[in-house]
């Protein structure tokens, strides 16, 4: 059993970081929105992990000696998914609207618990299993709702960009874990993202070959914009604020973590609304609010056992 680093940082200041990336990618879906309106979306992945993997390679370099068999397999796990999120997201978004693929998004956090659970033995209280599921129904009041009352399915709704949005539901809380695991097993977090980086990149690469047209070369240079668009989504999403995820989700566990992600949801799905004049509808609100009721819920009286199983879930090998 490898031996727990105790963290010098109070839980109460964990809240408050887990806070950061949540308002910081709560634009994200409507910028690749945005940019996928300007370039071919194929070419979205293939920028900006080429901008993280160029910020990271000195630190990849630095840390070969810290590889190992076991954290970079893990490493590598954590890229293979975020390849199938990041993939997944993109193209759901063009096919889409911002706001229909951050509900679907709503998912995440539920799988992540349930990923939690099977996979790195964590226990989940009471409070937290009804904050998630009153949260989950928000979301479900959000899409199934219309659906129920016999309004049948929005001009919104597209097959494609459903299951598309579905393969980012199902990888990304995955992503999380195995980047757990690979900082378990003796990986800077920054490394275990710059394998994961150079991971994704390379897929991402793959795709826009085959399903992209030319690389938007001249839409780039006429448009600086979305290059920091771009920018923005790389290093402040992509990197700063999952690293952070990952962190958050090593010190408050799956349901504290997925009951934030919450609130980066639904706030991802007013921007668009807000910005780019989408669609706003009261199940959506309706949702929302069960959505921030669920959060509270799963925030307030954590029995200590989850303390103490939380110094030692992810710090053994499995």
Request: charged fraction near 10%.
């Amino acid at each position: 059993m490898q031996k727990q680093k105790t963290s010098t940082i109070p839980l109460w200041a964990w809240h408050l970081i887990a806070l950061v990336p949540v308002m910081i990618a709560v634009p994200n879906g409507m910028l690749v929105k945005i940019i996928g309106g300007e370039i071919d979306p194929a070419w979205i992945n293939v920028l900006r992990f080429f901008i993280i993997v160029i910020v990271l390679l000195p630190i990849l370099i630095k840390s070969i000696p810290l590889m190992t068999k076991k954290n970079m397999k893990f490493a590598a796990l954590q890229g293979v998914m975020y390849s199938i999120a990041v993939t997944g997201y993109v193209f759901a978004i063009s096919l889409s609207q911002a706001s229909y693929v951050s509900v679907i998004n709503l998912g995440i956090p539920i799988l992540l618990m349930i990923y939690s659970v099977y996979l790195t033995r964590e226990r989940v209280t009471r409070n937290a299993m009804v904050g998630i599921s009153i949260a989950a129904l928000g979301a479900f009041t959000i899409i199934g709702f219309p659906l129920l009352v016999g309004q049948g399915f929005s001009s919104e709704f597209n097959p494609l960009a459903t299951m598309l949005a579905l393969f980012n539901v199902a990888a990304y809380p995955l992503a999380i874990i195995f980047s757990r695991k690979a900082t378990d097993h003796g990986l800077p977090i920054t490394t275990t993202f710059g394998v994961s980086a150079s991971v994704t990149l390379a897929v991402s690469i793959v795709v826009a070959l085959i399903f992209g047209g030319a690389f938007p070369l001249a839409e780039v240079i006429a448009r600086p914009s979305i290059l920091l668009m771009i920018a923005y989504t790389a290093l402040a999403v992509s990197l700063l604020a999952r690293m952070l995820t990952v962190l958050s989700y090593m010190h408050l566990g799956s349901a504290v973590t997925g009951g934030l992600y919450y609130i980066e949801g639904f706030a991802s799905i007013l921007l668009p609304i807000i910005v780019l004049g989408e669609r706003m509808t009261s199940e959506m609100l309706a949702g929302g609010i069960l959505i921030l009721l669920g959060v509270l819920v799963a925030e307030t009286h954590r029995h200590p056992i989850v303390h103490e199983e939380r110094q030692h879930i992810g710090h053994r090998p499995v």
